[in-house]
């Protein structure tokens, strides 16, 4: 079993830049620029400040991303402004790769349905040995199954969550900054985070005006 694979982010492509996005506001006037400038800079905190979302979805993004499916399910609930194609096991009979975190979280201590605490009064080490067991059993049995000759569409149900996924998430800047909006945020899921943490750091990279007044990061 292979396991303790990372999370990763990896850049695509893009399309324009933080003078698509003036541009694309400016066509209102019938006038463009060639040059960014100090003025551009200004629009564009202005179109951010008063939700002139949409000269920001004329700048894109494609990333492949890698994380485990528990993840992948939170993240695909985005689909405004975005498309996704991610790796299917119908097709696919590589050894499948698991995510293991370094540490377990409590549960919230708080009354919350959701969200996690400090695991350090948890057994990690019997923790950690339980999800590996199960993770075991689930692949054991996939295999079985696919030799069989169950149909790799059906033999793969048995796979558990934290079998690692990968996918090509391509979309608008806009809708890229309200999935970071969101999975940045104090109360968002750890793991998300780091996934969005990292599709920050790509769009900031190509983006930075546009990224730093969308995002606070």
């Known amino acids: ?73 939170q993240l695909v609930k985005h689909q405004i402004g975005l498309s996704w194609n991610e790796i299917s096991r119908r097709y696919v009979s590589d050894e499948p790769e698991f995510f293991f975190p370094d540490e377990w979280r409590a549960a919230p201590t708080d009354g919350a349905k959701q969200g996690s605490s400090d695991g350090s009064g948890l057994d990690q080490e019997w923790i950690g040995m339980k999800a590996r067991i199960a993770a075991t059993e689930g692949l054991d049995a996939y295999d079985v199954l696919l030799r069989a000759g169950v149909a790799p569409e059906m033999a793969r149900m048995v796979l558990p969550q934290n079998m690692m996924t990968e996918w090509i998430w391509s979309g608008s800047l806009y809708a890229f900054a309200r999935v970071c909006q969101l999975r940045l945020d104090a109360h968002a899921q750890a793991e998300t985070t780091q996934v969005a943490a990292h599709i920050s750091f790509e769009c900031r990279s190509r983006f930075p005006v546009s990224w730093a007044t969308l995002v606070c990061d």
């Open 1 to 73: 079993m292979v396991e303790h694979t990372p999370m990763s982010v990896e850049y695509v492509d893009h399309m324009g830049s933080d003078l698509s996005v003036v541009n694309a506001a400016r066509v209102s006037f019938g006038k463009t620029k060639e040059l960014f400038d100090a003025s551009d800079e200004k629009l564009i905190k202005y179109l951010a400040t008063h939700n002139h979302w949409s000269p920001f979805a004329h700048a894109f993004m494609s990333l492949r991303i890698k994380a485990p499916i528990f993840v992948a399910r």
